[in-house]
């Protein structure tokens, strides 16, 4: 169907104002990043500054232990989506597959628990692993976020399970597989594209976190991850804006880099063929 | 190969009974098909001989063996489903080694019967595509291969022709009864078309309501169906009902009365059946006038529809019928509304019991 001029500028409009919500905050980080402190109060602001300060990567990546921070958010992260995965995989393959008795309340009642905010959370969590001796650990973390991700990551899953035909794990139990078996050679390799959107999820969530760092790990400096050790560069009578901006490019970097690297695999239209 | 014996097999789901007590001896290299409507129980059968599914109770043999409470994977049986259930991230080739990677057999024993498979079902020039790239029959073929390359005990087949369309669906039907003969492995197949049950079958087992109707060859079936439901379902354009009374050896219907050419000692009210191609144009031992209300030409035959004094409807019919049926020989033109004489032989007539619907 051809497309009227009107309906071409009306699509061409929302795309464009799409990007620019999506697009404006970063290019502002990246303008505040190359800014120098006098430009960024200047009223009325500038768009793109008159003498970029490129050096101020290399500056605060001299000055703090980015670098500590990222691998400590990588850490958290990448415990918290094997934890979340290794529960919610069973949790969403039995979901979709098994029918057990109260198993569909059991499943909206695993929802109730992301209601609940962070913030209702902390202190509960805090009592619990400060009582197992856990408080500066990054052990602390991985817990915590997988009790934010797991219940939707769940139902992201069973969601996708479901629309995998049971006939092949039938056919696999009959060509001799048991039913972890079916699941782990049939059902998971089918189900890549659920897995990687429910991983990339679970990485941003945890990458995300600041209110659970805040309150674990804000005396375990060895430990904190790159949202908590940004926030300790703001100084009691004087902000460097600039500094945390370029800190913050730092820290967005790894989430680009995953989210490319999990990209290939959130393709849609693997069971293609395995019906009629 | 071997033979399968289900000892008093039944279902059910709390109060829900899908399967009456089945029992069913399967000789060995026989094909078997299970037929009846959607719901008799001849799925939940097939699932339960393939363990995919537990019996509420009874006793299945493969062989010699024993197999009710063993998994589907070692009860050395192949199964054929509806939508073929390839796997899609599989290529052709690992699809049908699959079953024997699993058994832990050697890599190039999986490649040499992979490729005899390959060749017996002409799918060798797309053993590395995927499946989503293969057609329906094709895909088919592919879930065949993925059986017949395990040489099992015996194959279970779930209706695995309903997905194709009705040239293809001839075609492989003819190929699944080619392949049976030439490898000969003791065939269950499960269908809802009578049809295939008639022209694949050494025997067929007629199910109704989670309960076995009939087991019989196709031909003994169709001459000699034990109940009206067997009656009703075997044979295309099915098999007409009229309510009636048999006094002394005499019936009515069409308006005069009847007399059977052989003895029977019932009375009162029966059903009688006639099959649309025992009915013929023109003069016979029986003959009656009627008013066609519609003919379908099919070109060398024609079928008449036309209305009479206590037609019964099939069970499972309802609101499908458009009166009775003769099937006739004639290439000239019917015009429908003006009378035609019709007739048949009584000897020709079949009875049921009116209440418990049992032949006569």
Redesign the interface.
Known sequence: MRRTLAQSLALYATVIFTLVMILFPVYWLLVTALSTTDELYRLPPTFWPDDPQWDVFARVWAAKPILLWLWNSMLAAVGSVALSMLVSVSAGYALSRYSMRGGATMGLFVLTAKMLPATLLVIPLFSIFSSFGLIGSLWTLVLAHSTMIIPFATWMLKGYFDTI?K??E?????????PI?AMVR?VL??ATPGLAATALYAFVLSWADYAYARTFLVNSPDNWTANLGITTMQGEYVTYWNDIAAASVFIALPIIAIYLFLERYLVG???????? | MANISIRNVSKSYGALNVLRPFSLEIENGEFVVLVGPSGCGKSTMLKILAGLEPATEGQIFIGDREVTDLAPGDRDIAMVFQNYALYPHLTVRQNIGFGLKMRGTDKTEIDRRVDDAARILEVTPYLDRKPKDLSGGQRQRVALGRAIVRQPQAFLMDEPLSNLDAKLRVHMRAEIGALHKRIGVTTVYVTHDQVEAMTMADRVVIMQGGIIQQIAAPDELFNNPANLFVAGFIGSPGMNFLNSELRDGKLTAFGQQISLKRATSAQGPVVVGLRPEHLVLGDAPVTFGVRPTLVESLGSEKYVYFDAEGARIADGEEGKSKGLIARVSHTGSLPRNQEIRLGFDPAQLYLFDAKTGERL
């Open positions: 035909p006939e092949l039938q056919a696999a139990m009959v060509d001799g597989c048991s078996g049939v390799p089918i239209g693997l069971t293609a063929g395995a019906e009629k």
